[in-house]
């Protein structure tokens, strides 16, 4: 059984900073993706930040502001956003492809940006 942990989320300022975590725990042989994905008010889910042992990608839309890392030791991602707006308000949710069961998702965390 693997479970998906988030934390990290609240209410900011607009210009403000917050970092999210989320740590994967259970019988995991290896991690190839682990994404964030955010589900802003009324609208669809869209892929915010990847990395893998490639590299990293960003939607252009938080291009600049937003860093994702990861710990492979602790099966952690991470999520550095900077400069937050109010668009950036909505629900985030971490996703890792892990082997050898297949996709999880994070219970999704908050994020509040206040103009």
């Known amino acids: 059984q693997v479970q998906l942990v988030e934390s990290g989320g609240g209410l900011v300022s607009a210009g403000g900073s917050l970092r999210l975590s989320c740590a994967a725990s259970?019988?995991?042989?290896?991690?190839?993706?682990m994404d964030w994905f955010r589900q802003p008010p009324g609208k669809q889910r869209e892929l915010v930040a990847r990395?893998?042992?490639?590299?990293?990608n960003y939607a252009d839309s938080v291009k600049g502001r937003f860093t994702v890392s990861r710990d492979n030791a602790k099966n952690t991602v991470f999520l550095q956003m900077n400069s937050l707006k109010p668009e950036d308000t909505a629900v985030y949710y971490c996703?890792?492809?892990?082997?050898?069961?297949?996709?999880?998702w994070g219970q999704g965390t908050q994020v509040t940006v206040s103009s």
């Open positions: 259970g019988s995991i042989l290896g991690i190839n993706f």
């Open positions: 996703h890792m492809t892990i082997l050898p069961f297949g996709d999880y």
């Open positions: 990395i893998t042992t490639d590299g990293t």
